[in-house]
Protein backbone atom coordinates (compact mmCIF):
# COMPACT_ATOMS: atom_id res chain seq x y z
CA UNK A 1 0.00 0.00 0.00
CA UNK A 2 1.14 3.64 -0.98
CA UNK A 3 2.02 6.12 1.59
CA UNK A 4 -0.94 8.07 -0.05
CA UNK A 5 -3.12 5.05 0.70
CA UNK A 6 -2.49 5.12 4.38
CA UNK A 7 -3.08 8.62 4.67
CA UNK A 8 -6.56 8.38 3.49
CA UNK A 9 -6.87 5.95 5.60
CA UNK A 10 -5.19 7.44 9.14
CA UNK A 11 -6.58 10.94 8.65
CA UNK A 12 -7.74 11.28 12.17
CA UNK A 13 -6.05 9.28 15.55
CA UNK A 14 -10.05 8.66 16.76
CA UNK A 15 -10.85 4.96 17.56
CA UNK A 16 -13.47 4.74 14.02
CA UNK A 17 -10.39 5.51 12.09
CA UNK A 18 -8.19 2.57 13.47
CA UNK A 19 -11.31 0.58 12.69
CA UNK A 20 -11.60 1.47 9.22
CA UNK A 21 -7.67 1.94 8.62
CA UNK A 22 -8.04 -1.87 8.73
CA UNK A 23 -10.71 -2.39 6.39
CA UNK A 24 -8.49 0.15 4.10
CA UNK A 25 -5.80 -2.43 4.59
CA UNK A 26 -8.05 -5.56 3.33
CA UNK A 27 -9.50 -3.64 0.63
CA UNK A 28 -6.46 -1.61 -0.93
CA UNK A 29 -4.08 -5.36 -0.31
CA UNK A 30 -6.94 -7.45 -2.23
CA UNK A 31 -6.46 -8.07 -6.27
CA UNK A 32 -9.31 -9.40 -7.82
CA UNK A 33 -8.25 -12.59 -10.09
CA UNK A 34 -11.15 -12.71 -12.52
CA UNK A 35 -11.61 -15.63 -14.36
CA UNK A 36 -13.99 -17.05 -17.30
CA UNK A 37 -16.46 -19.32 -14.78
CA UNK A 38 -17.17 -16.10 -12.22
CA UNK A 39 -16.95 -12.68 -11.00
CA UNK A 40 -17.88 -13.53 -7.55
CA UNK A 41 -15.58 -12.68 -4.53
CA UNK A 42 -14.73 -14.51 -1.24
CA UNK A 43 -16.73 -13.48 1.73
CA UNK A 44 -15.38 -10.99 4.04
CA UNK A 45 -13.82 -14.03 6.79
CA UNK A 46 -11.91 -15.04 3.66
CA UNK A 47 -10.30 -12.34 2.63
CA UNK A 48 -9.51 -11.70 6.42
CA UNK A 49 -7.46 -14.54 7.00
CA UNK A 50 -5.99 -14.17 3.08
CA UNK A 51 -5.03 -10.80 4.11
CA UNK A 52 -3.02 -11.79 7.32
CA UNK A 53 -1.19 -14.95 5.45
CA UNK A 54 -0.42 -12.61 2.42
CA UNK A 55 1.11 -8.87 1.74
CA UNK A 56 -0.40 -8.77 -2.16
CA UNK A 57 -3.60 -11.73 -1.54
CA UNK A 58 -4.92 -12.82 -4.89
CA UNK A 59 -7.78 -15.24 -4.84
CA UNK A 60 -9.08 -17.25 -7.66
CA UNK A 61 -12.36 -19.18 -7.03
CA UNK A 62 -11.77 -23.00 -7.32
CA UNK A 63 -13.92 -25.13 -9.64
CA UNK A 64 -14.35 -28.93 -10.58
CA UNK A 65 -13.65 -30.88 -13.78
CA UNK A 66 -16.30 -33.14 -14.90
CA UNK A 67 -13.65 -36.15 -13.92
CA UNK A 68 -13.39 -34.56 -10.28
CA UNK A 69 -10.06 -32.47 -10.80
CA UNK A 70 -9.86 -29.41 -8.60
CA UNK A 71 -8.35 -26.53 -10.30
CA UNK A 72 -8.55 -22.55 -10.19
CA UNK A 73 -8.18 -20.71 -12.68
CA UNK A 74 -9.83 -21.40 -16.93
CA UNK A 75 -8.56 -25.12 -17.03
CA UNK A 76 -7.58 -27.94 -14.95
CA UNK A 77 -4.13 -27.71 -15.92
CA UNK A 78 -4.04 -25.38 -13.13
CA UNK A 79 -4.61 -27.66 -10.28
CA UNK A 80 -2.34 -27.47 -7.22
CA UNK A 81 -0.84 -30.91 -6.67
CA UNK A 82 -0.76 -29.71 -2.85
CA UNK A 83 -4.40 -29.97 -2.50
CA UNK A 84 -4.45 -33.45 -3.00
CA UNK A 85 -3.64 -33.97 0.78
CA UNK A 86 -7.06 -33.24 1.78
CA UNK A 87 -7.85 -36.16 4.27
CA UNK A 88 -10.13 -38.44 2.33
CA UNK A 89 -12.48 -38.52 5.27
CA UNK A 90 -13.20 -34.17 4.45
CA UNK A 91 -13.19 -34.91 0.90
CA UNK A 92 -16.44 -35.31 -0.37
CA UNK A 93 -17.44 -31.97 1.76
CA UNK A 94 -14.57 -29.94 0.24
CA UNK A 95 -16.21 -30.60 -3.11
CA UNK A 96 -19.77 -29.88 -2.29
CA UNK A 97 -18.93 -26.45 -0.70
CA UNK A 98 -16.26 -25.93 -4.15
CA UNK A 99 -19.75 -27.07 -6.75
CA UNK A 100 -21.33 -24.67 -4.40
CA UNK A 101 -19.01 -22.06 -5.69
CA UNK A 102 -18.22 -21.28 -1.66
CA UNK A 103 -14.29 -22.72 -2.60
CA UNK A 104 -11.19 -20.12 -3.15
CA UNK A 105 -7.50 -20.17 -3.51
CA UNK A 106 -5.72 -17.40 -1.64
CA UNK A 107 -2.12 -16.95 -3.55
CA UNK A 108 0.53 -14.39 -2.38
CA UNK A 109 4.36 -13.86 -1.99
CA UNK A 110 6.00 -14.46 1.66
CA UNK A 111 9.26 -15.11 2.30
CA UNK A 112 10.10 -18.57 3.61
CA UNK A 113 11.95 -20.00 6.50
CA UNK A 114 15.52 -20.01 4.41
CA UNK A 115 15.03 -15.85 3.49
CA UNK A 116 13.53 -16.57 0.37
CA UNK A 117 10.70 -14.64 -1.86
CA UNK A 118 7.92 -17.68 -3.12
CA UNK A 119 4.12 -18.01 -4.07
CA UNK A 120 2.08 -19.61 -1.47
CA UNK A 121 -1.35 -20.75 -1.58
CA UNK A 122 -3.96 -21.24 0.81
CA UNK A 123 -7.25 -22.89 0.18
CA UNK A 124 -10.31 -21.47 1.81
CA UNK A 125 -13.68 -22.79 2.14
CA UNK A 126 -16.59 -20.62 2.81
CA UNK A 127 -18.82 -21.87 5.88
CA UNK A 128 -21.95 -19.75 6.67
CA UNK A 129 -20.56 -16.57 8.40
CA UNK A 130 -17.07 -18.25 9.09
CA UNK A 131 -13.77 -19.40 7.09
CA UNK A 132 -12.43 -22.32 7.13
CA UNK A 133 -8.70 -23.04 5.77
CA UNK A 134 -7.76 -26.74 4.22
CA UNK A 135 -4.43 -26.14 5.05
CA UNK A 136 -2.51 -25.49 8.60
CA UNK A 137 -0.48 -23.14 6.99
CA UNK A 138 0.14 -21.48 3.29
CA UNK A 139 2.37 -23.46 1.14
CA UNK A 140 4.60 -23.19 -1.43
CA UNK A 141 3.22 -23.66 -4.90
CA UNK A 142 5.22 -23.40 -8.05
CA UNK A 143 4.67 -20.22 -10.54
CA UNK A 144 3.74 -23.11 -13.73
CA UNK A 145 0.45 -23.77 -11.55
CA UNK A 146 -0.94 -20.16 -11.16
CA UNK A 147 -3.84 -19.40 -13.38
CA UNK A 148 -3.10 -16.33 -15.61
CA UNK A 149 -4.68 -13.51 -13.99
CA UNK A 150 -2.75 -14.35 -10.44
CA UNK A 151 0.32 -14.67 -12.45
CA UNK A 152 -0.45 -11.06 -13.82
CA UNK A 153 -1.86 -10.12 -10.64
CA UNK A 154 1.40 -10.70 -8.61
CA UNK A 155 3.65 -9.12 -11.32
CA UNK A 156 1.72 -6.01 -11.20
CA UNK A 157 2.57 -6.19 -7.41
CA UNK A 158 6.84 -5.70 -8.02
CA UNK A 159 5.63 -3.51 -11.07
CA UNK A 160 6.59 -6.14 -13.50
CA UNK A 161 5.82 -6.09 -17.43
CA UNK A 162 1.97 -8.08 -17.43
CA UNK A 163 1.53 -8.52 -21.63
CA UNK A 164 1.81 -11.77 -22.87
CA UNK A 165 0.55 -15.22 -22.25
CA UNK A 166 0.01 -17.63 -19.43
CA UNK A 167 3.20 -19.01 -20.33
CA UNK A 168 5.30 -15.46 -21.08
CA UNK A 169 3.75 -14.56 -17.59
CA UNK A 170 4.65 -17.50 -15.10
CA UNK A 171 8.42 -17.68 -17.22
CA UNK A 172 8.49 -14.03 -16.29
CA UNK A 173 7.44 -14.32 -12.82
CA UNK A 174 9.98 -17.46 -12.28
CA UNK A 175 12.92 -15.21 -13.47
CA UNK A 176 11.68 -12.00 -11.35
CA UNK A 177 11.74 -14.85 -8.04
CA UNK A 178 15.14 -16.37 -8.86
CA UNK A 179 17.05 -12.71 -9.42
CA UNK A 180 14.96 -11.30 -5.88
CA UNK A 181 16.26 -14.19 -4.28
CA UNK A 182 19.95 -14.36 -5.94
CA UNK A 183 20.63 -10.73 -4.17
CA UNK A 184 19.44 -12.10 -0.58
CA UNK A 185 21.36 -13.47 2.44
CA UNK A 186 20.39 -16.81 3.17
CA UNK A 187 20.69 -16.51 6.56
CA UNK A 188 17.88 -15.26 8.78
CA UNK A 189 19.63 -14.41 12.07
CA UNK A 190 18.60 -10.98 14.06
CA UNK A 191 20.68 -8.04 12.72
CA UNK A 192 23.14 -7.65 15.76
CA UNK A 193 22.85 -4.26 16.55
CA UNK A 194 26.95 -2.50 17.86
CA UNK A 195 27.12 -0.29 20.39
CA UNK A 196 23.69 0.14 21.65
CA UNK A 197 22.64 1.88 24.98
CA UNK A 198 21.14 0.40 27.25
CA UNK A 199 17.47 2.33 27.17
CA UNK A 200 14.66 2.14 29.42
CA UNK A 201 11.31 3.53 28.29
CA UNK A 202 8.84 5.31 30.40
CA UNK A 203 5.40 2.89 29.95
CA UNK A 204 3.12 5.53 30.85
CA UNK A 205 4.32 8.53 28.75
CA UNK A 206 4.63 5.88 25.39
CA UNK A 207 1.02 4.78 25.37
CA UNK A 208 -0.18 8.20 25.69
CA UNK A 209 -0.26 8.58 21.96
CA UNK A 210 -3.27 6.00 22.32
CA UNK A 211 -5.16 8.20 24.65
CA UNK A 212 -8.80 9.06 22.94
CA UNK A 213 -8.55 5.71 21.27
CA UNK A 214 -8.40 2.79 24.16
CA UNK A 215 -10.39 2.89 27.52
CA UNK A 216 -8.37 4.01 30.31
CA UNK A 217 -8.08 0.23 31.26
CA UNK A 218 -6.66 -0.74 28.08
CA UNK A 219 -4.22 1.73 28.18
CA UNK A 220 -3.11 0.28 31.97
CA UNK A 221 -2.70 -3.18 30.32
CA UNK A 222 -0.61 -1.79 27.11
CA UNK A 223 1.97 0.01 29.43
CA UNK A 224 2.37 -3.08 31.58
CA UNK A 225 2.69 -4.91 28.32
CA UNK A 226 5.32 -2.18 26.95
CA UNK A 227 7.08 -2.80 30.48
CA UNK A 228 7.42 -6.50 29.48
CA UNK A 229 8.64 -6.04 25.99
CA UNK A 230 11.08 -3.79 27.01
CA UNK A 231 12.12 -6.17 30.63
CA UNK A 232 15.43 -5.60 29.20
CA UNK A 233 15.54 -1.99 28.89
CA UNK A 234 17.07 -2.47 25.42
CA UNK A 235 14.38 0.10 23.91
CA UNK A 236 12.40 -2.43 22.86
CA UNK A 237 8.38 -1.08 21.88
CA UNK A 238 5.17 -2.43 21.39
CA UNK A 239 3.99 -2.09 18.01
CA UNK A 240 0.08 -2.23 17.44
CA UNK A 241 -0.48 -4.00 13.99
CA UNK A 242 -3.20 -3.26 11.53
CA UNK A 243 -4.82 -6.69 12.57
CA UNK A 244 -4.94 -5.74 16.24
CA UNK A 245 -8.22 -4.20 16.27
CA UNK A 246 -11.41 -5.99 14.77
CA UNK A 247 -14.67 -3.47 15.05
CA UNK A 248 -18.34 -4.77 15.38
CA UNK A 249 -21.29 -4.79 16.72
CA UNK A 250 -20.86 -7.15 19.66
CA UNK A 251 -24.13 -6.58 21.99
CA UNK A 252 -26.80 -5.58 18.87
CA UNK A 253 -26.87 -2.30 19.85
CA UNK A 254 -25.42 -1.06 17.41
CA UNK A 255 -22.75 0.70 18.61
CA UNK A 256 -19.34 -0.34 17.06
CA UNK A 257 -17.19 -2.30 19.64
CA UNK A 258 -14.21 -3.65 19.51
CA UNK A 259 -12.34 -7.01 19.84
CA UNK A 260 -8.54 -6.22 20.44
CA UNK A 261 -6.35 -9.39 19.50
CA UNK A 262 -3.29 -10.33 21.29
CA UNK A 263 -1.79 -11.84 17.87
CA UNK A 264 -2.11 -8.46 16.43
CA UNK A 265 -0.08 -6.96 19.32
CA UNK A 266 4.08 -7.62 19.12
CA UNK A 267 7.21 -6.06 21.05
CA UNK A 268 9.97 -4.89 17.95
CA UNK A 269 13.22 -5.24 19.03
CA UNK A 270 16.57 -2.72 18.80
CA UNK A 271 17.01 -5.29 15.88
CA UNK A 272 13.91 -4.36 14.31
CA UNK A 273 13.08 -8.40 14.66
CA UNK A 274 9.23 -8.85 16.00
CA UNK A 275 7.95 -11.10 18.48
CA UNK A 276 4.50 -11.70 19.72
CA UNK A 277 4.02 -10.05 23.32
CA UNK A 278 -0.05 -11.89 23.69
CA UNK A 279 -0.75 -14.90 21.98
CA UNK A 280 1.26 -17.91 20.45
CA UNK A 281 0.41 -21.22 18.62
CA UNK A 282 -2.12 -22.07 21.62
CA UNK A 283 -3.91 -19.34 21.20
CA UNK A 284 -4.13 -15.50 22.48
CA UNK A 285 -5.34 -13.09 24.80
CA UNK A 286 -8.43 -11.10 23.59
CA UNK A 287 -9.74 -7.78 24.94
CA UNK A 288 -13.40 -7.37 24.58
CA UNK A 289 -14.12 -3.59 24.18
CA UNK A 290 -18.32 -2.81 24.47
CA UNK A 291 -19.55 0.44 23.93
CA UNK A 292 -22.24 2.99 24.91
CA UNK A 293 -23.67 5.79 23.36
CA UNK A 294 -20.82 5.57 20.74
CA UNK A 295 -18.29 5.87 23.54
CA UNK A 296 -15.91 2.64 24.45
CA UNK A 297 -16.16 2.27 28.53
CA UNK A 298 -15.09 -1.20 29.65
CA UNK A 299 -12.62 -4.13 29.01
CA UNK A 300 -13.27 -7.53 29.58
CA UNK A 301 -9.56 -9.94 28.88
CA UNK A 302 -10.26 -13.80 27.95
CA UNK A 303 -7.76 -16.22 26.73
CA UNK A 304 -9.16 -17.61 23.68
CA UNK A 305 -7.52 -20.60 21.41
CA UNK A 306 -7.67 -20.68 17.75
CA UNK A 307 -11.39 -21.19 16.35
CA UNK A 308 -13.00 -20.11 19.71
CA UNK A 309 -15.70 -17.74 19.11
CA UNK A 310 -17.69 -14.60 20.06
CA UNK A 311 -21.08 -14.58 19.52
CA UNK A 312 -23.85 -11.88 19.21
CA UNK A 313 -26.98 -11.13 21.38
CA UNK A 314 -29.85 -8.75 22.27
CA UNK A 315 -27.75 -6.71 24.91
CA UNK A 316 -24.72 -9.45 25.57
CA UNK A 317 -22.60 -11.36 24.21
CA UNK A 318 -20.83 -14.94 24.68
CA UNK A 319 -17.95 -16.47 24.74
CA UNK A 320 -17.60 -19.89 23.13
CA UNK A 321 -13.90 -20.99 24.16
CA UNK A 322 -12.32 -24.22 24.86
CA UNK A 323 -11.70 -23.00 28.67
CA UNK A 324 -15.25 -22.47 28.69
CA UNK A 325 -18.55 -20.58 27.77
CA UNK A 326 -18.85 -17.17 28.93
CA UNK A 327 -21.42 -14.42 28.95
CA UNK A 328 -20.52 -10.82 29.15
CA UNK A 329 -22.83 -7.86 29.58
CA UNK A 330 -20.76 -4.90 30.08
CA UNK A 331 -17.56 -5.10 31.65
CA UNK A 332 -18.69 -8.44 34.26
CA UNK A 333 -18.48 -11.92 32.36
CA UNK A 334 -21.21 -14.46 34.22
CA UNK A 335 -20.90 -17.69 35.73
CA UNK A 336 -19.92 -20.33 32.87
CA UNK A 337 -22.54 -21.69 31.07
CA UNK A 338 -22.81 -25.42 30.51
CA UNK A 339 -23.96 -24.51 26.72
CA UNK A 340 -24.13 -21.96 24.12
CA UNK A 341 -27.01 -20.02 24.42
CA UNK A 342 -29.74 -20.79 21.38
CA UNK A 343 -29.77 -18.12 18.76
CA UNK A 344 -27.00 -15.78 18.08
CA UNK A 345 -24.63 -14.74 15.66
CA UNK A 346 -20.34 -15.12 15.33
CA UNK A 347 -19.29 -11.88 14.96
CA UNK A 348 -15.44 -13.01 15.91
CA UNK A 349 -13.29 -16.05 15.56
CA UNK A 350 -9.38 -16.02 16.86
CA UNK A 351 -7.60 -17.04 13.49
CA UNK A 352 -3.58 -17.64 14.61
CA UNK A 353 -1.53 -15.02 13.11
CA UNK A 354 2.70 -15.14 12.35
CA UNK A 355 4.08 -11.85 13.35
Same mark, same amino acid.
Given at each position: MSGGDRAVCRRRGDRVTLARYQCCVAAICFVAAGDAHSMERPSPKCLQMGSEAFENLVTSQLHMSSDGSVFAGQMADDTQGVFAGVPEVARGLVEQT??? /???????GTKTNAENRLEVQVLY???? /? %?????????????? *???LPEAVSRSLLLFFR? *???? %????LRSRLQAFLTKTNENRPTSTAPRVVKGGKPRRINSQEYVRKWEGLFPARMLETLARLQDTCNARNDGSEVDLSNRFVTGADLDGD??? %?????????LCTGPD???RQLAGDENGATVWIMLSNDGKLGSVAEFRLAPGDTIRRYDGYV??? =??? /??????? =??? /?? *???SVPAGGRVVFTLYRMKP
Open positions: IRD /GRGWAAFLLED /G %DSCVAIQRKPERVS *PIYQ *PTEG %DEVERDE %DWVANGYGLGGHAIN =SKL /GIYSLKG =SAA /GE *PLK
